[in-house]
T-cell receptor, first 112, second 118 residues
């Protein structure tokens, strides 16, 4: 079974610029999550989708972060404008009903 | 919301020794407790999980115990090997019922860097 695909793997941008990350979940997985993992910390949930609807975005900094999953499959996470403290690995995960969450390799963002 | 505390932050053992990592959680409604292993630059991978209706679960050299009353759970690795070296994360979630969604909506601990010396 193919895993969760994310791109790009690495991204370096200057503060105040915008950036977008892409995620393709495992086929058939209705639930998709975006996590932010700051160096030395555990992942923190940013947003959860069920098909193309948002289930939980309570920890998403909505003044600068946005996410969508228009067709209930792929998802994009955008940051605009980026701040230095946004430097982190952004992990996408997906799950199917009562199964565990499977994580992608992540996108490592460096804001300079 | 849920808060998960994990200890120790670093753990160094000799090959063949046992390693124990402990976590506590705050939300008594949490009912699913997975453990993830993350090697440097790689994705977190599930190594074992336990649900709240079970007190202990074992898979070869890895075991997890859960004490619902005290709200803590632990990972035990026996006969450690150098390839066990990684960062280990505990997590908690609430599946089902009011406010519960799925096993992937996780609150993670801070992580434990395990180093197994040959």
């Amino acid at each position: 079974e193919a895993g969760v695909a994310q791109s790009p793997r690495y991204k370096i941008i200057e503060k105040r610029q915008s950036v977008a990350f892409w995620c393709n979940p495992i086929s058939g997985h209705a639930t998709l999550y975006w996590y932010q993992q700051i160096l030395g910390q555990g992942p923190k949930l940013l947003i959860q989708f069920q098909n193309n609807g948002v289930v939980d975005d309570s920890q998403l900094p909505k003044d600068r972060f946005s996410a969508e999953r228009l067709k209930g499959v792929d998802s994009t996470l955008k940051i605009q404008p980026a701040k230095l403290e946004d430097s982190a690995v952004y992990l996408c995960a997906s799950s199917f009903q009562n199964t565990e969450a499977f994580f992608g390799q992540g996108t490592r963002l460096t804001v300079v | 919301g849920e808060n998960v505390e994990q200890h120790p932050s670093t753990l160094s053992v000799q090959e063949g020794d046992s390693a124990v990592i402990k976590c506590t959680y705050s939300d008594s409604a949490s009912n699913y407790f997975p453990w993830y292993k993350q090697e440097l630059g790689k994705r977190p991978q599930l190594i074992i999980d336990i649900r709240s209706n079970v007190g202990e679960k074992k898979d070869q050299r890895i075991a997890v115990t859960l004490n619902k009353t005290a709200k803590h759970f632990s990972l035990h690795i026996t006969e450690t090997q150098p390839e066990d070296s990684a960062v280990y994360f505990c997590a908690a979630s609430r599946r089902g019922g009011a406010g519960g969604t799925s096993y992937g909506k996780l609150t993670f601990g801070q992580g434990t860097i395990l180093t197994v010396h040959p």
